[in-house]
């Protein structure tokens, strides 16, 4: 009479492991459906132009840039304040990080210094910020110098140093849209997302 019960217990733990191996099989689908969308091949914002108001100023200027395409509207003295901008012009990139931090939501910005000639990795990294945040609608704020040549072979030289604004990309970050406030001629222009490393090289960016 007691041999019977044991019999009948020995079937009720597959039973149990069979329920429990069917959550495993449709965890697989739920990691697809969280992965993040892929970015469009090119994408450029909307935001509104504004040459720099001193020679002082493409700081402020680049900044206001990136924060109109964010739906910000600020003034280049409303961020030249808290830039620290003087007539000798606007520090680092760590300054265009933190006051872009100051008038955009959740401090998505983070500075990345090219301390001299960038190589592969860091070319790479820059092409994928720059997407990831022009994805996100908000433009990258670079801090340049020497000379570049855009795509029309327009030559673009500031050896004191400049600010500029990435305000979109194309061919999947390959080449990068600039507002520049130095000219209201020529306001923008495309680059090749390499020389723009180059020309950031000592520098930084914010993104």
Not at 33 to 39: D, L
Not at 118 to 136: E, K, M, S
Not at 141 to 151: C, E, I, K, S
């Amino acid at each position: 009479a007691v041999a019977s019960p044991s019999p009948s217990a020995s079937p009720s733990p597959p039973a149990t492991a069979r329920p429990s191996a069917t959550p495993r099989r449709t965890a697989d689908p739920d990691l697809t459906r969280t992965a993040a969308p892929k970015p469009p091949a090119s994408k450029v914002l909307d935001y509104d132009y504004q040459a720099q108001i001193t020679y002082y100023y493409c700081g402020p200027a680049a900044v206001r840039h990136a924060l109109s395409a964010a739906g910000v509207d600020r003034s280049q003295d409303a961020v030249a304040g808290p830039l620290g901008t003087t007539e000798m012009g606007t520090n680092s990139a760590l300054d265009t990080t933190r006051v872009l931090n100051q008038f955009v939501k959740g401090d998505p910005y983070r500075t990345r210094m090219f301390p001299g000639t960038p190589n592969a990795a860091q070319v790479a990294q820059l092409r994928a910020d720059v997407v990831t945040a022009i994805t996100a609608r908000r433009g990258v704020v670079a801090n340049v110098a020497g000379d570049a040549t855009d795509t029309d072979g327009g030559w673009h030289s500031f050896p004191g140093g400049h600010y500029i604004a990435v305000i979109g990309y194309r061919d999947s970050g390959r080449l990068v849209r600039i507002a520049d406030s130095a000219d209201p001629n020529l306001p923008e222009y495309w680059i090749t997302t390499v020389d723009l490393a180059n020309w950031i090289a000592t520098r930084g960016y914010s993104a």
